[in-house]
């Protein structure tokens, strides 16, 4: 397969609602990316199946705060310099690359890396949506270590990181980050092509490039961009269970950069007395409360979306006035497993609630 101008556009409006706010706003590197296209033509995507199991798979990605990266844009050379660092480190030369997280700018960013290289695309990614560290991936959640991992900044400084687990090397990499300015590239979990196959969530990016081409259709056709949304993610299997949460007026925002993440909480006022809907966020949106009940929850999706053309807002861009739609999804089954949710659960963001599923807390579960 391979992703041409149109459907890089997709991958960037799916990726953005599958980053659950987080991910960094796709916008630069769709640019980037079709300005690629235009000289050396597609980029190529392959799925797990095409991989050797002795392949060299090089995950990756950019680390640091959103809001950082709005205003302090890439040199272009970051991905790159790190992936040939990793080879000069394992004396190899990298088969394929994937994306550390399917979600925002984050999915997008391989692309331009894997030209860089005349390397391919791997259809999966390591998390399925976007988290805000490193470990929370389903690669650490399966036991497999970050290390060697390669952090570049755009001023030309690269560091190489190994550390004893991963939560050391998440703590690490941030503060690497931070130095760096709050925002840094980084090329980590190198894979084999079998582990790729065992432990990557499968078919991720084609799943985004649908999600986006929904939407783009719908819109064209006058047709309802919520619901092709809704079909097109369960048609994937990835998520089968998505719709509505809320839909209202943002009428408070709160929003730092706090530790290496941007953090805060959003109020959303419902049209015609609706009541109201409060999210916390880190990076990503964690927790929504409708009247003060839980009824969405990391991991799974929780999107905050223009009410009138089902574009994905990220935690960025927010801003107080705006008329949105709060769209929930559930996250792939194997970040719901007890053993991922000691990561990627609220327990993991010091939250007190239990996980409950999404479809369990809303009425449309069974759509």
């Not at 556009?9 to 690629?36: K, M, Q, T, V, W």
């Not at 235009?38 to 050797?52: E, H, K, S, T």
């Not at 391919?120 to 959640?141: H, K, L, N, T, Y």
């Amino acid at each position: 397969m391979h992703i041409d101008k149109a459907a890089l556009g997709d991958l960037a409006c799916g990726a953005a609602f599958l980053g659950s706010g987080g991910g960094g706003d796709p916008y630069h590197n769709r640019l980037i990316g079709e300005a690629r296209i235009a000289r050396q033509g597609p980029f190529q995507l392959i799925g797990l199946d095409a991989l050797a199991d002795d392949a060299l798979v090089a995950p990756c990605g950019w680390i640091g705060a959103p809001a950082v990266s709005i205003e302090k844009l890439p040199n272009g050379s970051e991905a790159a310099r790190g992936l040939r660092r990793l080879e000069q480190l394992l004396g190899r030369r990298v088969d394929a690359v994937l994306p550390i997280e399917i979600g925002g700018g984050n999915a997008l960013a391989p692309l331009l890396a894997a030209a860089e290289l005349g390397i391919p695309v791997v259809d999966a990614d390591g998390m399925g949506r976007a988290f805000p560290e490193s470990q929370m991936s389903i690669f650490s959640i399966r036991g497999l270590s970050a290390c060697p991992s390669v952090l570049t900044g755009p001023c030309g400084s690269l560091a190489v990181i190994e550390t004893p687990d991963n939560h050391a090397h998440e703590r690490l990499a941030r503060q690497l980050s931070i130095a760096l300015g709050g925002d840094a590239h980084m090329v980590e979990y190198p894979l084999t092509g079998r582990q790729a196959k065992d432990h990557a969530i499968p078919g991720s990016i084609s799943t985004a490039i649908a999600a986006g081409a929904a939407i783009r259709a719908a819109r064209a056709n006058g047709a309802a961009p919520f619901e092709a949304l809704f079909a097109a993610l369960r048609g994937s299997r990835l998520y089968p269970f998505a719709g509505v949460l809320f839909d209202g007026k943002i009428v408070d925002l709160e929003r730092e950069i706090r530790d290496g993440f941007s953090c805060g909480n959003i109020v959303i006022e419902g049209f015609g007395g609706a009541g109201r809907m409060d999210l916390a966020f880190q990076n990503e949106n964690l927790v929504a409360r409708r009247d003060g009940t839980v009824c969405a929850m990391t991991p799974d999706i929780i999107t905050i979306m223009d009410r009138e053309t089902a574009d994905a807002i990220t935690t960025d861009r927010l801003k107080y006035g705006q008329r949105v739609k709060v769209v929930g999804a559930a996250a792939p089954w194997m970040l719901r497993e007890a053993h991922a949710l000691a990561l990627v659960g609220p327990a993991a963001f010091g939250m007190a609630d239990p996980y409950i599923p999404i479809e369990t807390l809303n009425p449309w579960r069974t759509a």
